[in-house]
């Protein structure tokens, strides 16, 4: 009987030598399969976006709202396994550790119900049923599990590098509605939702934070629950009652937007496939990761993760002082009565737009105006847009808004109203690759990128959400392109002369509600 390690008497040299390497790559994939299975952390490889959801592990709360079969729950059960452990071992240098205690953590995971929770994350069979958590853990360092009363498992213990166990807890929103005092006692290093939960189930857990000034990820595929979309992403208003900011160097909050595409292991016609059975709404959330509630979204182009910048560009001195040889235009849009919004927009020599800063307040015009100077820092404004509803005149005295503008020195000139126009204009930009950019302070235009959609009934958006997108799309408008120093223009050196009687013809019906 010969065997593989039997010479074959017909087999010439040059066979032979084939013959042996092949045993050994055999041999070396069977020994990275054994230390795989064994420690699947060290060999966990994460997608660019998984990716860069791990490195924003400086913020104290992130949200990964992704597609069907992004990967979500693989990359929440790795920063799971990674704060157990006290380290991320697929990484090196300063992503290792960051964000994790360098001790022991005691961390819980939310789920739907036992089921889910045996099916994504704890069954303990050996296979492609394998739960993620321990088909990642390295198989030495679980020290051992707890089992309720159903015998599931809601307790893994996870010896650290830092010394001491760790545990990794789970619970259910089943468990929750049927008692909700049940989730109120405990502290927390770190909570994971794996899928959207009641707000009320993340008051009664999110508590247990405090003692250990602990940190939360969601990873949502988000069908309903539309709070945690708020809580990420809110609206001017709301975002005043977070002191610490938002999506800035002192915020504590990161969002990114994930796709079915970007798992680059699915077949690109199996997606396509699921894609068409889905009604749009469901399409937008199971497939691009947007809201099923805000089905519809105007500018669906718009993408966190490339059109998003937070840290300063090269050459700036933070993410909303451009450099000054670049091209300053602003976008105002004043209302007597809700929030003035006014969008910043900045354009390099190179062509790129940074749209570097915002305001969403409702305050007087004068104290706008200074608001507005503060956030120039000096430069000159190339173009100031405001919406021709500042060009009225008060029946009264015969004053206008603009006047006030004027004497400031900001030299205002009314806007367009070609809204259709404008609408491709901006989708037309946000398909471009490298060419716009939001700095990742702009909560308001970011929650109107969310909010900004269609009218179901008619071929136009809906009149809600869109003062800062009103400004986007006048400003796209204007073509955006660099101006060198020496062509600025003297608009801040003369003030228009206009006919306010053939302006008022031209401006259509606009309110003349002072109130």
């Not at 309720?148 to 259910?172: A, K, P």
């Not at 940190?215 to 945690?228: E, N, Q």
Request: aromatic letters at 10%; a negative charge; hydrophobic letters at 35%.
């Amino acid at each position: 009987m010969k065997t593989s390690a039997m010479p074959d008497p017909d087999e010439s040299d040059e066979d032979a030598v084939e013959r042996l390497r092949l045993q050994d790559q055999l041999s070396v994939l069977r020994r990275l399969a054994q230390l795989k299975k064994s420690n699947g952390l060290a060999f966990y490889k994460p997608h660019p976006k998984q990716q860069l959801f791990h490195r924003a592990a400086g913020y104290k709360r992130r949200y990964l709202r992704t597609g069907n079969r992004f990967g979500k729950s693989t990359c929440g059960a790795a920063e799971d396994c990674a704060y157990a452990r006290g380290e991320r071992a697929w990484e090196e240098g300063k992503y290792r550790h960051l964000g994790i205690p360098k001790r022991s953590t005691k961390g819980l995971i939310l789920v739907a119900d036992w089921d889910k929770a045996r099916e994504i994350f704890t069954n303990v069979e050996d296979g492609a049923a394998q739960g993620k958590l321990f088909r990642l853990l390295p198989k030495s360092a679980v020290k051992g599990v707890h089992k309720n009363q159903s015998g599931e498992i809601d307790t893994i213990f996870v010896e650290s590098v830092w010394g001491g166990l760790s545990s990794i807890h789970l619970d259910t929103v089943k468990s929750f509605l049927s008692n909700p005092m049940g989730q109120e006692s405990s502290d927390w290093d770190w909570i994971h939702v794996d899928e959207p939960i009641p707000e009320d189930m993340w008051i009664a857990n999110s508590r247990g934070l405090m003692d250990r000034d602990g940190s939360a990820w969601f990873t949502c595929t988000p069908l309903k629950y539309m709070w945690i979309n708020d809580y990420f992403i809110p609206t001017k208003q709301i975002r005043e009652e977070f002191v610490d900011g938002f999506g800035n160097d002192e915020a504590s909050k990161w969002v990114m937007t994930g796709s079915t595409f970007d798992n680059t292991t699915l077949d690109s016609k199996a997606i396509k496939m699921f894609m068409d059975d889905l009604p749009e709404a469901d399409r937008q959330a199971r497939i691009h990761g947007r809201p099923k509630a805000l089905s519809g979204a105007i500018y669906s182009e718009f993408d966190y993760s490339r059109h998003v910048y937070h840290e300063p560009p090269p050459g700036w001195v933070d993410v909303d002082t451009p450099p000054m040889d670049y091209t300053i235009r602003i976008s105002i849009d004043p209302h007597p009565k809700t929030p003035h919004a006014v969008l910043f927009a900045a354009t390099a020599p190179t062509g790129e737009v940074f749209f570097f800063n915002e305001i969403f307040r409702h305050t007087l015009l004068d104290d706008l105006i200074d608001e507005i100077l503060e956030k120039v820092k000096g430069r000159s404004i190339h173009l100031s847009l405001c919406d021709p509803y500042a060009f009225i005149q008060n029946p009264a005295d015969g004053s206008i808004w603009a006047d006030v503008f004027w004497r400031r020195g900001i030299m205002v000139q009314p806007a367009t109203k070609q809204l259709t126009s404008g609408i491709q204009e901006v989708k037309r930009q946000l398909k471009k690759e490298k060419n716009w950019f939001f700095s990742s302070s702009l909560a308001t235009a970011f929650s109107e990128f969310d909010r900004y959609v269609w009218d179901p009934k008619r071929e136009k958006p809906i009149d809600a959400h869109d003062h800062v997108m009103e400004c986007l799309y006048r400003l796209a408008l204007t073509g955006l392109n660099h101006v060198p120093d020496d062509e600025m223009t003297a608009l801040t050196k003369t003030v228009p002369d206009l006919d306010w009687a053939d302006m008022e013809i031209k401006l259509g019906d606009i309110s003349n509600d002072f109130n």
